[in-house]
């Protein structure tokens, strides 16, 4: 694999971590709200999608070193994950969320189930992020460059909740479709690069 840097993480992460496919649903939720209520919203979800993509970073290969799971088994396995959301995405249809007479209380756990985890950062994105971590554990500004990028798309995350109203006006659906479906593509391509690279490591001799 090629040096990674900033760049290459931002945009792994851009592709399987975005959020365009809830942003129907997130709509939904926050009909009727008020300001305050929509703000509380946006910062849970964006919350649960950054704690989620820290966690995989420091704890995900803690946990492939108690399973006794190899590095080039967990690309495989991770790639064909992303092959499964990828082709997800490209096959993607909007969908609705019903809301009616729900407390707000619940809202706030739909806001984190389904919306956060697993749809904006579902197995995909920790998969993802636990294989980034795994090629930057040697290297410090590496690791870095990983929480950089972490950072930045939590960023992304809460600006695209926070003017999900003025996107989905702009694009309409048939913008946010053909965005779902680029970024399925470009997450099919990563997964095929992770199984790729998995099946070097494991059978030097082959590829």
Do not use: W
């Not at 900033?6 to 926050?30: E, M, S």
């Not at 946990?63 to 006794?68: A, C, I, R």
Request: proline letters at 3%.
């Amino acid at each position: 694999m090629n040096e990674m840097s900033f760049q290459h993480y931002l945009l792994g992460l851009f592709a399987v971590a975005n959020n365009i496919a809830a942003i129907p649903l997130y709509i939904n939720l926050i009909q009727g709200r008020t300001v305050k209520e929509q703000h509380k919203i946006c910062s849970t979800a964006t919350l649960a999608s950054f704690i989620t993509m820290i966690t995989s970073m420091f704890a995900g290969l803690a946990v492939l070193n108690f399973f006794q799971i190899s590095v080039p088994a967990f690309r495989i396995a991770g790639g064909l994950l992303l092959l499964s959301t990828g082709f997800s995405m490209m096959n993607s249809i909007q969908k609705s969320l019903e809301v009616t007479d729900q407390t707000f209380s619940k809202i706030i756990s739909t806001a984190i189930i389904p919306i956060a985890i697993p749809i904006t950062t579902g197995a995909g994105t920790m998969s993802t992020i636990i294989l980034f971590a795994e090629y930057a554990k040697d290297k410090p500004y590496l690791h870095f460059s990983l929480m950089g990028a972490i950072a930045a798309m939590t960023v992304i995350i809460y600006l695209s909740f926070f003017y999900a109203p003025r996107i989905v006006r702009y694009l309409g659906a048939t913008g946010l479709d053909v965005l779902t479906k680029i970024f399925g593509l470009i997450t099919l391509a990563l997964g095929i690069q992770f199984i790729l690279t998995g099946i070097s490591d494991a059978f030097p001799g082959i590829m």
